[in-house]
């Protein structure tokens, strides 16, 4: 009964390769996050949605694109993958924008 | 520029101990400070968190203390267990928390038996 799923879990790519992260949430909740947490743990915001509509982006290079097909889904794609893109990318939810924020499980990506 | 510093950057306690995480912060307009949990593998999980119309929010173990003028939050666990052994993040944002969080760079914490 997973609140905020993300698939896959680990993904092993090759610089340049384009590949995509998938969350879904089951908790009704309207606003939607990407995260990226480095390899010394640090959490930095990327994005956020709220009822499908882009409301945070960070200074992001453009090689990342989010998508939310629904408000129960946002998805990443990344593309020309860098071995700086090396990191864990966190979804999370909120039942509104400000909202306590639920965090899934990650994706670690490696880059090689 | 870094708008939220956490310290220590790593932390021992013995079972039964107070552990004690401090963090500052250098924007006057935040309102919303929460603390996260995370355990190795798995997604940051909230813990409590504060707003500065009070100086100090206690849940279980956990309480949050609040210090406006010295723009200073503290994260004190009571009682600390081996299971609390995990990464403490603050954060911080404005707008009641409806703009975007900003994280301190994370505690390891370690509670020996």
């Known amino acids: 009964d997973t609140a905020v799923s993300q698939t896959p879990k680990y993904l092993v790519t090759q610089m340049g390769n384009d590949k995509s992260i998938k969350c879904e949430q089951n908790?009704?909740?309207?606003?939607m996050y990407w995260y990226k947490q480095d390899s010394k743990k640090f959490l930095k915001i990327m994005f956020s949605y709220n009822n499908k509509e882009l409301i945070i982006n960070e200074t992001v290079p453009n090689r990342f694109s989010p998508k939310s097909p629904d408000k129960a889904h946002l998805n990443l794609h990344i593309n020309s993958l860098e071995l700086g893109d090396s990191a864990v990318y966190f979804c999370a939810s909120s039942q509104y924008t400000g909202g306590p924020q639920f965090f899934g499980p990650g994706t670690r990506l490696t880059v090689l | 520029q870094q708008q939220v510093k956490q310290s220590p950057q790593s932390l021992i306690v013995q079972k039964g101990g107070i552990s004690i995480i401090n963090c500052a912060y250098e924007n006057t307009a935040f309102d919303y400070f929460p603390w996260y949990q995370q355990f190795p593998g798995k997604g940051p999980a909230l813990l409590i968190a504060?707003?500065?119309?009070?100086s100090e929010k206690k849940e279980g173990r956990f309480t949050i203390s609040f210090n406006k003028s010295a723009k200073q939050f503290s994260l004190h666990i009571m009682d600390s267990q081996p299971g609390d052994s995990a990464t403490y993040f603050c954060a911080a944002s404005r707008g009641g928390g409806s703009e975007k969080l900003v994280f301190g760079k994370g505690t390891k914490l370690t509670v020996n038996p």
């Open positions: 908790l009704g909740h309207d606003t």
């Open positions: 504060i707003r500065p119309d009070v």
